[in-house]
């Protein structure tokens, strides 16, 4: 059964530093990894889909990568602004499957 | 184009008492989602719809959950007999195909009272 787990539970930085953010999933037979943001009393927004034959994935200030033999992601935020407080979002999608599993999150505070 | 859309965004009901939760896929999306999500946890997933089936209906947690698609677009999801436990923010979630990235709607937040 797949089990996905995020570290921190929660962060606060100042504005302008550079973090991680960490996803490790129990199976390492996986399609896709995505990682998503999710403001307070909202819905989930796609931020990065790894597909399970990449290593990484880049976005503007955001770059996901993937290491699926020991199963872990790991989400990397570049510059932080206070914009980019919300709550992150691990999920990943096990072959043979359709779902995703998420973890619990991880809660970002950028501190102006 | 628009996105995934629910209605209503807020249900508060009595224990006990039977709810409609309701979503919108993108239009052309055949595969929709439904997952639950409780406070301070991620989503979890409750069933998958291909079209009009239920391709994976794992998720649901008993059966007083029910949903349907009847023609391959707006999906119901039915709860009987609503329980305290229930209260959780439903989400719905669509993709082109089942291979595509799940675009997820604002969700209903549902409270049991």
């Known amino acids: 059964k797949q089990e996905v787990t995020q570290i921190p539970a929660a962060l606060s930085v100042p504005e302008g530093e550079n973090l991680v953010l960490n996803c490790s999933f129990t199976?390492?037979?996986?399609?896709?990894l995505q990682w998503f943001r999710q403001d307070p009393g909202k819905g989930l927004t796609s931020l990065l889909l790894?597909?399970?034959?990449?290593r990484e994935q880049t976005s503007g200030r955001l770059n996901a990568s993937l290491d699926k033999s020991s199963g872990r992601s790991t989400l990397y935020i570049a510059a932080s602004q206070p914009g980019d407080s919300a709550t992150y979002l691990c999920?990943?999608?096990?072959?043979?499957?359709?779902?995703?599993?998420f973890g619990t999150g991880t809660r970002l505070k950028v501190l102006a | 184009g628009a996105g995934v859309s629910q209605t209503p965004s807020n249900k508060v009901t009595e224990k006990g008492k039977y709810v409609e939760l309701r979503c919108d896929p993108i239009?052309?999306?055949?595969?929709l989602y439904w997952y639950r999500q409780s406070l301070g946890q991620g989503p979890e997933f409750l069933i998958y719809?291909?079209?009009?089936?239920?391709?994976?209906d794992s998720g649901l947690p008993n059966d007083r959950f029910f949903a349907v698609r009847p023609e391959g677009s707006v999906s119901t999801l039915k709860i009987q007999r609503t329980e305290r436990g229930d209260s959780a923010v439903y989400l719905c979630?669509?993709?082109?195909?089942?291979?595509?990235?799940?675009?997820f709607g604002p969700g209903t937040r549902l409270t049991v009272l």
């Open positions: 979630a669509s993709s082109a195909t089942p291979t595509d990235t799940q675009y």
């Open positions: 199976d390492s037979a996986i399609y896709n």
């Open positions: 790894i597909q399970s034959s990449q």
């Open positions: 999920a990943v999608r096990t072959s043979g499957t359709y779902k995703y599993i």
């Open positions: 239009s052309g999306h055949t595969a």
């Open positions: 719809f291909q079209g009009t089936g239920a391709a994976d």
